[in-house]
């Protein structure tokens, strides 16, 4: 279950999961939010999705198509992915009696400030943390920890698509242009705002930087005048919620994440499928997923000039940076693949059952 109108990456990691089951043998339904994204993409993947209007933790029109759905499907397992599934999960399952196990996901490394949101998380039979440090801080807030599970998060792996170099363009990024790129929701906690200050520098050292920016988000306006007002109009491209990112991430010679809190990162991810050379800040479970000076450079978050000269380093010697970039990869196989998510959950699955 996934109550998320939008499609971010912990959509995806849904969808994945769900495809990934199913190909294994599993039954599998997916309870999704109607008209939101996830519902068109579980439906083109041929899974049985049922859709609800789900509003906040406790809208009363979703709890009951959730309790419908787990009357008429009778799951051994179901697994929450975000914090108001939780809380409907909770009490669908008391409305129906069903004997289903509930499993949550934990994708943020957010406080669980409020006793409610404490006491939901205590009431799973376990809760998935994609990170330790998320895991940390479930303990840390009063999860137990003999119900907490690590699992990481995952993407396919696939062959990057033609057509970046085209896509590039179109955004009117130069063909002799050294591309940085960002992939990452417009919200504070992925901090763009020390980003562009990084472009204001960087931009200053090497003519040739380019900046690409594919997100959405509530901070947008705001992102686009602070880029305008430091002269970086055309130079800090906002390219908006892009669905060809298999194109465009092969072609950034450097990914950049520059988020002050993240539960892993799984733009990273598909960064490193791609063997891209990745700077990013320490924050959340980043250093899980970038190993700094093995697969990539991290610096601490919020610091511009720490970011502009671990970039510098990397536009600049493109030897290393196609080390780090294939150091990457291998360490995506062996760690971050969506088939090793899957048979992880799965695993978690068989515990409860």
């Known amino acids: 279950m996934d109550t998320a109108r939008s499609w971010r990456g912990g959509q995806n990691q849904v969808l994945l999961t769900s495809v990934g089951m199913a190909a294994r043998g599993h039954d599998v339904a997916v309870a999704c939010r109607t008209g939101g994204e996830l519902l068109a993409r579980v439906r083109a993947a041929g899974l049985p999705a049922r859709a609800g209007r789900f509003q906040g933790d406790l809208g009363p029109v ?86 907490v599970r690590l699992v990481y998060e995952g993407v396919p792996d696939r062959a990057p698509l033609g057509g970046g170099a085209e896509a590039l363009a179109g955004l009117g990024v130069p063909k002799d242009a050294l591309v940085v790129g960002n992939v990452a929701a ?65 072609s950034f010679d450097v990914f950049c994440l520059s988020s002050h809190m993240e539960g892993l990162g799984t733009s990273l991810l598909d960064a490193m499928a791609f063997a891209r050379p990745i700077v990013a800040t320490t924050a959340g ?41 294939a150091a990457g990869r291998q360490r995506f196989l062996a760690r971050f693949s969506a088939a090793h998510m899957v048979e992880e959950t799965l695993k978690i699955y068989d515990e409860v059952r």
Do not use: N
Not at 118 to 141: P, W
Not at 198 to 224: C, K, S, W, Y
Not at 289 to 317: F, K, S
């Open 62 to 147: 979703g709890i009951l198509a959730l309790a419908r759905t787990l009357a008429e499907t009778r799951p051994d397992v179901l697994q929450l992915h975000d914090p108001h599934a939780v809380s409907a999960g909770l009490v669908a399952r008391l409305l129906t009696r069903s004997r289903a196990r509930l499993i949550a996901t934990r994708r943020v490394d957010f406080r669980l400030r409020s006793l409610p949101s404490r006491l939901k998380y205590r009431a799973c039979d376990r809760v998935i943390a994609v990170s330790r440090a998320i895991g940390d801080r479930l303990r840390a807030d009063g999860v137990p920890g003999e119900a």
């Open 186 to 250: 417009l919200t504070d906690h992925k901090d763009h705002a020390t980003l562009i200050e990084t472009a204001a520098l960087l931009t200053q050292r090497l003519p040739r930087v380019f900046f690409v920016i594919a997100g959405e988000g509530e901070l947008r306006e705001m992102l686009e005048a602070r880029a305008r007002a430091l002269g970086l109009a055309g130079r800090v491209i906002f390219a908006g919620f892009r669905t060809d990112l298999d194109r465009l991430v092969p």
């Open 285 to 325: 479970g980043i250093p899980e997923a970038v190993e700094d000076g093995q697969t990539g450079l991290l610096v601490p978050p919020r610091d511009p000039r720490a970011l502009a000269e671990a970039l510098t380093v990397l536009l600049t010697d493109e030897g290393r940076a196609r080390a780090l970039g």
